[in-house]
């Protein structure tokens, strides 16, 4: 996952990188392929890569489009293929130039176009405006946080919070978020900030200085019916559903690892990637099973199916105990969240998990 932010100025004023350095460290961290920016009359880009596709090789964001146009990306598109045929555009094209260039041929209208896993913002000098997305399931972060002459934007929560305190501005505690989190999940556009809200999943949201309004680009059909003749015909539909689904997270320049708790949800994920894999459905440089194992806990143990899938599929396989990563050990991160989460039970095995991934490229 990389990470994207910028900053603009309505007065005007003009602005470069130092403008960001209080959420920088934040970018890095997530970046561990180098921090690029862009700048563009009153506003400046920031983008921390992490390259995981061969396409992404190609590209060096922020991407600069026609009029000056600026856009940072963060995700996976799934429909490459029919986009790079509708906008005859090369195969060697990264998902980031191909949603600038469907947003510079549909406009508004291609963020319902974009298919997979995605957050990206846009700045149009011409229109003075900036424009944030997501996609439907809000699998990548995106926050803004604005003021009277300033909008600012990050993946990175912390980042946000780090620039408030750096400018001496005060974040109050959002007593809707926090009643959220302790009952069924806040809105998802709330934050533990009054002052910082997130990108809604689902839409686009365009903001210039006297506003902002948002479009929702997508929406479930609850009336949609599949119908089919005999019952081997929805299994095998599904089938096919189940396995592009696992195919598209396949697409790596490096090794994959899938988790693999043993679980039927998980075992069936393992199992379709190794297929696709053995059967050269997709190339892969490499695939790994990664699971978490309790061996002081034999009631939680799911250790013996876990190696009945390790077996059958062929996979290799590393685990982490809980006997080397207890649980609430303190994962040491190196600064402070700024948002709780139940994952944090678990970090100092995420971080161990971190590093193995990053050792093996």
């Known amino acids: 996952m990389s990470a994207q932010a910028g900053i603009v100025f309505w007065d005007g004023a003009p602005t470069g990188p130092a403008a960001l350095d209080p959420l920088l460290p934040f970018l890095y961290r997530q970046g561990p392929d180098g921090l690029s920016f862009a700048v563009e009359g009153a506003a400046c880009l920031a983008y921390g890569a992490c390259r995981v596709t061969p396409e992404d090789a190609s590209t060096s964001l922020p991407v600069r489009g026609h009029n000056g146009t600026l856009l940072t990306w963060d995700g996976r598109l799934d429909n490459r293929g029919d ?4 906008l005859h555009l090369p195969a060697s094209t990264s998902d980031a130039a191909l949603a600038l260039a469907a947003i510079e041929q549909w406009g508004d209208g291609a963020y319902a176009r974009l298919l997979g896993d995605w957050a990206l913002s846009l700045w149009d000098p011409q229109a003075r405006r900036v424009t944030l997305a997501r996609d439907y399931a809000g699998h990548a972060p995106l926050f803004h946080y604005a003021t009277r002459n ?19 501005e005060t974040l109050t505690l959002n007593e809707a978020w926090v009643a959220g989190f302790f009952a069924r999940g806040a809105d998802p556009v709330l934050t533990p900030y009054q002052q910082i809200h997130a990108v809604r999943p689902g839409v686009y949201r365009h903001y210039q200085q006297a506003g902002s309004r948002e ?12 119908h089919h003749r005999r019952d081997e015909e929805y299994e095998e539909h599904f089938r096919h559903l189940f396995f592009q689904s696992v195919g598209c997270r396949l697409r790596a320049s490096g090794p994959v690892w899938v988790h693999l708790s043993g679980g039927l ?5 393992a199992a379709a990637a190794a297929h696709l894999v053995r059967t050269g459905a997709v190339s892969s440089s490499g695939l790994t099973a990664v699971s ?10 799911e250790s013996r199916f876990i190696q009945e899938v390790v077996d059958h599929c062929g996979l290799k396989n590393r685990q982490f105990s809980e006997v080397d990563f207890p649980v609430l050990a303190d994962p040491d991160y190196g600064y402070s969240p700024a948002a709780p989460s139940y994952f944090d039970v678990f970090g100092h095995r995420e971080k161990q998990t971190l590093a193995a991934m990053n050792a093996e490229g």
Not at 215 to 226: K, L, Y
């Open 150 to 168: 300033r909008l600012l934007w990050s993946s990175e929560l912390e980042g946000l919070v780090a620039f408030a305190r750096h400018a001496g």
């Open 83 to 86: 986009l790079l045929l509708l």
């Open 265 to 269: 949800d998980s075992s069936s994920v």
């Open 215 to 226: 479009q929702g680009h997508f929406q479930f059909d609850p009336d949609a019916v599949v």
């Open 292 to 301: 978490s194992v309790y061996k002081l806990s034999p009631e939680s143990d």
